[in-house]
């Protein structure tokens, strides 16, 4: 199948870009780079270093005509949103809609949408399912929950098929210490460099992560399921911050003590999405737990490493 890429070079959308390949896919990949890594992306994919609201995009569509479109480029950096509303708004609001007119331009089939658990705010009950009142805390939560309208609305308008998944705290191999879910790359960083990790808060507070290849299976099976729905993609397995650090000391063999500071405002004590919905749909299931994922994601970094030493 054809498929569009965006964020490629990026967290999520390099692993995925690693999937569809494998699976024997032609993939092309947009990425501005302003987050992303071009040596992220495999070699057998189609790099183009394009901004997703440019005038570039015409042309991108015009050469590869994807069947199929992901979109994972974004902005997003909670405090950056707050801070530069207008520029978040930008990338994530204006950047889907040009994409969107761009798949009926050129009649994609399919666009698969990365959008995330901060759309639905301070959870009213818990585990958050997909009826839970949206109600986001930051620009960013309003700026990837429009899109979810926007993709509704030229799914109607249109024909166009849809997967919209919300992300839990995805973590893994590749992850930038400032993305959403960073607490476990902030965590690895300080371990590795002999620091003492910050806990905001008394660490009791939960969430619920999910490792990315997990997040990148669930979008392979949308190739083939999962239309018309918006779906929680998650573990549905709370882990406190205190919990998560004990067990990556224990993997990595540190015996540190985190300095505790105060609570950030506005931080969400509980955070554990349902995904018995995806479940279903895609006939998916999480396959990591927790420490798997670390393990695998403290092997893969290792992997790299000797890989760069070599060269
Ligand atoms: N990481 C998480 O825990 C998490 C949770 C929920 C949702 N998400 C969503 O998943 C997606 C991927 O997140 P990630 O963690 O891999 O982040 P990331 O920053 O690693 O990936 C985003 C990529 O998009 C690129 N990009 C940014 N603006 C662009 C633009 N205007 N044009 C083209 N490319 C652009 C960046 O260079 C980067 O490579 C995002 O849409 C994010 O909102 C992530």
Redesign the pocket.
Known sequence: MRILI?????????HLTDRLVEDGHEVTV????????KHQVPPQARFYE?????PELDGIFEACRPEVVY??????NVVTSLQQPLKDAG??IL?TLALLMHCKKYGVKKIVY?????VYGTPQYLPVDERHPVKPLSF?GIS?HSPEHYIEAFSALYGIDYTIF??????GP???PE???GVISIFLNKLAKGEVPAIFGDGYQTRDFIYVKDIVSANAAALTSGGGRTLNVSCNVPSSVNGLLELLCSLTGNKVTAEYKPALPGDIRHSVLCNEAAKSELIWTPQYSLEEGLKDTLAFEKMADQTNDEK
């Open positions: 965006t964020g490629g070079a990026g967290f999520i959308g390099s947009i990425d501005n780079l302003s987050h992303g890594k394009a901004d997703v609201t440019g979109h994972h480029a974004a902005q997003i990338t994530n950047g990365a959008s995330s658990a901060a960013y990837k919300r992300y839990a705290n995805v973590y590749r992850q930038d993305g959403e879910g």
